[in-house]
T-cell receptor, first 116, second 110 residues
């Protein structure tokens, strides 16, 4: 089973709202990722957690705050977002988190976020 | 600079034909190569991965890797309209996470 789940599927929020995106995997993977994808563009890496520690932050604005409560769960807390943050937010997981040559990433279905 | 290049397309092929998707990469330290398929509005779905020079076949899909020439390709035999999607090439370079190409849009015409 290579399933990564994400909730909610769709989210509409105002610029003053606080919301969270959730991601879960039960494959025993030790790395989890957040990506942002705009239309007709490839996924853009935001954060990487490896063994529950933040290992990569791709200079993401502080209005996005990741959290990894345990090895199966990954959250993305959203606050004071801008309309240009509207996008598909993808979660992925991989086995080792060491970016070894065999570290295949599996994606969840994504959360479609609209910021009004 | 780590770059992965793909022709954005669209690549149009008739149903039943072979679709050939190509990807080049700039870093000779690249180790692993992945092809993802992404339908409009959906998330990327892993199609194949390849680590070694040569061909790797899985059903109608064949990945080809040539490290000397720094390219990786994906062949889709007996193309079907359901294969119409964007195909993303992604590469692990050194100790960094995936680097994605911009994707090639494939259209299979019935």
């Amino acid at each position: 089973d290579t399933e990564v789940t994400q909730t909610p599927k769709h989210l509409v929020m105002g610029m003053t709202n606080k919301k969270s995106l959730k991601c879960e995997q039960h494959m025993g993977h030790r790395a989890m990722y957040w990506y942002k994808q705009k239309a007709k563009k490839p996924p853009e890496l935001m954060f990487v957690y490896s063994y529950e520690k933040l290992s990569i932050n791709e200079s993401v604005p502080s209005r996005f705050s990741p959290e990894c409560p345990n090895s199966s769960l990954l959250n993305l807390h959203l606050h004071a977002l801008q309309p240009e943050d509207s996008a598909l937010y993808l979660c992925a997981s991989s086995r080792t988190g060491t970016h070894a040559s065999t570290d295949t990433q599996y994606f969840g279905p994504g959360t479609r976020l609209t910021v009004l | 600079q780590k770059e992965v290049e793909q022709n954005s397309g669209p690549l149009s092929v008739p149903e039943g034909a072979i679709a050939s998707l190509n990807c080049t990469y700039s870093d000779r330290g690249s180790q692993s190569f992945f092809w993802y398929r992404q339908y409009s509005g959906k998330s990327p779905e892993l199609i194949m991965f390849i680590y070694s020079n040569g061909d790797k076949e899985d059903g109608r899909f064949t990945a080809q890797l040539n490290k000397a020439s720094q390219y990786v390709s994906l062949l889709i035999r007996d193309s079907q309209p359901s294969d119409s999607a964007t195909y993303l090439c992604a590469v692990i370079i050194g100790n960094t996470p995936l680097v994605f190409g911009k994707g090639t849009r494939l259209s299979v015409i019935a």
